[in-house]
C-alpha cells in the first residue's frame, strides 16, 4: 500500500468514525482563537468580563422631576449587569423537548444564531433602598464556538452528531442562514504616545503646525479615547480630543492644573529636567506657560470649575452637580482614560509634551503610524462589546429622555411607583440584540461617538466556503482600514520589514486591496487576555530605577524613562535601561520571577535624531506576538513588534555570530500565512506567482465541507473527486488540508527544444535533456479554474 493510499484509508475512518477526545488538529483552532477568545472575553475574566466593566463605566444617570432642587424628587438608575444566554427556544413554545438552539438549524431555516441578552437595571428615588428590575434586551447574535454556544468543547464525535464538521472551529456569527465574520482591523498601539508629522495637524486653526503627539488611550472594557497635543507655531501645545464626533480643543496648562494641584515651577521642571540650558526649551515652556496666566486660574478647584462650566452641556451633567464635580468628570472621561490616578496622568502628559519639543526640535524623528512597531489588532469580540456598550448607555438616555418628556407634557411622574416605571421601559426601544444583528448583517456602524474609529462601513465579510483555504483565510486577514483604501498616497500599503514574523509578505491580494488586506503569520498569535504584572513595578526598583514619584523632575531623552502599559513607573540612566531589558527578558524566560512571557521589553536606546528612546513594557490584550528560540537559555522566548525592531534574530542557526543575535527562528517559514506555507517549492517561484498562488488557491473548486446536506450558502462549488497532492508542503498535514482537498493533480506534458526552458522553471527528464528535444513529463498541481 503506498503513503497517498494509507492516508486515504485513514481519512475514510476519520469520516466514519470521528474521535471521541479532542481534535487531531490542533493548529486550526489555533489559527481562530483570537476570534472565539476575544469574544469570551464579554462575560469571562476579571469583574465580570469586559461587558460588566463596560456597564460600571457609563454609571448613573441622574432625572429630577421639576427644576426647583429643593423639593425635586431624584431618581438615579443604572445598568448594574450584563448576562448572555445561551440560544434556545422560548419557554411558551410547549411542543419543544429540548429547547436548545444550535447553529445547524439556523443555517437550514435561514434564522439566526442567538441568545438573550439581559441586563439587571436598578434605580432608586432620593437616595433610598434600590430597586431592581431583569430587563429583556434582545436576542444577541452570538458566535459559534464561544463561551455562550452550545458546540463549546464538543468532541470531534459529538459535532457530526450535532450535524456539524468534525472540525468545527467557530469564531464566526449566524445571521440569516449566513456566515458572518468581523473583520480584524489595525489600529494604533494603545498607551504609546506616537510623534506624528502630519500636514492636516495645521488645518485646525491660524497658529497650528504639523508636529503632534497622539497617544490611543483605551479603557479595561476595550473602548478608547484618543488624545493630541498640538504644537503651535508661536511654542504652545494645544490638547485635543472628540467627543459625540465633535472636536474641542484646551491649552494643556489647563489640563495639568486641573489634574493636580500644582505650581508653574513643577510643571516646568517636570519638562525640562536637566536641560536647564536648553533655551529652545525653555523660552517654549516660559511662554506657554505665561500665555496660560490670562484665563487667571491658579488653582485645582478654580480650573476644575472653569472645564466643568464649559462642558456642562456637552456631558449633560444633572443640575445638582457643581461644576468642580462635572470638571472632575470631564478629566476622568477624556484625559489618558488608561490611567486611574491624576498623579499618572499629570506625569504622562508632562512625558508627551517633552517629546513633543524634542520632535519639534529635530531631536527625535517622528513614528511611522504604518508600521507594525505602532500597531495592534481590533478584535471582532472587543469591537462587538463595544457596540453593545454604547448601546446600553443610548438605552439609559432614551429612558431618561422619556421620563422627561413626561414632565415637560405635566404627566404624573411618581419615580416611586413600579407599573410608572415599567410603563417607561415599555416605550422605551430596548431592543439591543436587532441593533447588534443589523451591524454584522451590514457592516454598518451607527455610533453617537464613532467609537473613536476612522470609518462607519465594511466591518463585516461573508465567510464563503467556496473551499477550506478560502474560509480559513477570512480569520487570518487583517485590514487596515476602508478610510485608507480612498488614500492617493502609497505609504500605507508599502511592505515593511517590521512586519516580519506578524504580517505576511506574500498573501495579499493584488488590485485595490494590495497591501491593505493582509495576513497574519501562520505562527502570530493576538493576546486576549490581560496578563498579571502587578510584581514587574517591584522587580524594577530592584534593579535600581528610581520611582517615578521621586524622580518628577528627571526627564528628557537624556534620561531613560521606564514605561509599562502607558505609566511611568521610572527612571535610570540609558546603560541602566539597557541592563533591566535584558534582565527582565532573561528573567521571564527562565520562569519564576512572575514576569508573564509574552510581556513586550522593547528598549528604545538613544541615537543622535532617531526614535525617542526609553524602555517601554506592554503586556495588554490585542497585541501580536510570535515565538522564537532564546540563545543564551536555549528556551523559547515570546515577543512583540515593537521590541522585534531593536533586537537580533538570526533566521537560521547557521547565521548565528556570538555577541551579535540573542535570538533564532525556529523555522524560517514562520514568516509566511497559512496559505503561503502551502505553496510547494515556493522559494523557487518568483515572488509574483506565490502571490497569485495565494489567490488562486482560495478560487479553486474543492471539497468546503462534508456537512454540506445541512447548509443553505448561496455559492457552494463542490468537488465530487478531490486529490491529496503529490508534492506537499511540511504545514498541509499539520492542518488536516486532507479532510477538504482541493482541486486535481494534473499530468502536464512539455515539448521542449532547448533541454530547459527557464521562462516555464519546468524541469524535463533526462532523455528530452540528451536529445535536445522531445517530451518532459512533470506532475503539477491544479490550482486555478
Known sequence: MTKAQFRTLEREERFKNPPKGKSAFPLLYEAVKPHVGSFNALTEGPNGGLLNMAVKDIGTKTI??????ETANKLQIRVESVQIAKPAVPPSDKLSANRNTYP???????????GKLLLKVSWSVNGEAETSEIRDAGLL????????????GMSPDQLVKHREESDELGGYFIVNGIEKLIRMLIVQRRNHPMAIIRPSFANRGASYSAFGVQIRSVRPDQTSQTNVLHYLNDGNVTFRFSWRKNEYLVPVVMILKALIETSDREIFDGIIGSDIEDSFLTDRIELMLRTFKKYNLNSQ?????????????VFGAPMDKSDIEVGKEVIKKIVLVHLPENADKFRMLLFMIRKLYTLVAGDCCPDNPDSTQHQEILLGGFLYGMIIKEKIEETLQNIQAQIESDINRSVAVRFNDRKYMARVFSRVNENIGQKLQYFLSTGNLVSQSGLDLQQV???TVVAEKINFHRFLSHFRMVHRGSFFAQLKTTAVRKLLPESWGFLCPVHTPDGSPCGLLNHLAHKCEITTTEEDVSQVPAILYKLGVSPSSSASNISGPNACCIQLNGKILGWCSHDQGKIVADTLRYWKVEGGHQIPLDMEIGYVPPTNGGQYPGLFLFSGRARMIREVRYLPLDKKDIIGPFEQVFMNIAVVPSEIESNIHTHVEFAPTNILSILANLTPFSDFNQSPRNMYQCQMGKQTMG????????RSDNKLYRLQCGQTPIVKANLYDEYGMDNFPNGTNAVVAVIS?????????????????????????????????
Not at 703 to 710: D, E, K, L, M, R
Not at 759 to 781: P, S, W
Open 64 to 69: 429630577f422631576d421639576s427644576t426647583n432642587i
Open 104 to 114: 445547524s438549524e439556523c443555517r437550514e431555516r435561514l434564522t439566526s444564531y442567538r
Open 141 to 152: 447574535p452570538i458566535m459559534v464556538q464561544s463561551n455562550r454556544c452550545h458546540l463549546e
Open 301 to 313: 478647584k478654580e480650573t476644575l470649575a472653569y472645564l466643568g462650566d464649559k462642558f456642562r452641556v
Open 457 to 459: 462601513s465594511g466591518y
Open 703 to 710: 471539497t468546503p465541507g462534508v456537512a454540506t446536506v445541512h
Open 753 to 785: 527544444y532547448t533541454g530547459y526552458d527557464m521562462d516555464d522553471a519546468m524541469i524535463i527528464n533526462k532523455g528530452a535533456d540528451e536529445r535536445g528535444f522531445g517530451y518532459g513529463v512533470i506532475y503539477k498541481r491544479k490550482v486555478g479554474c
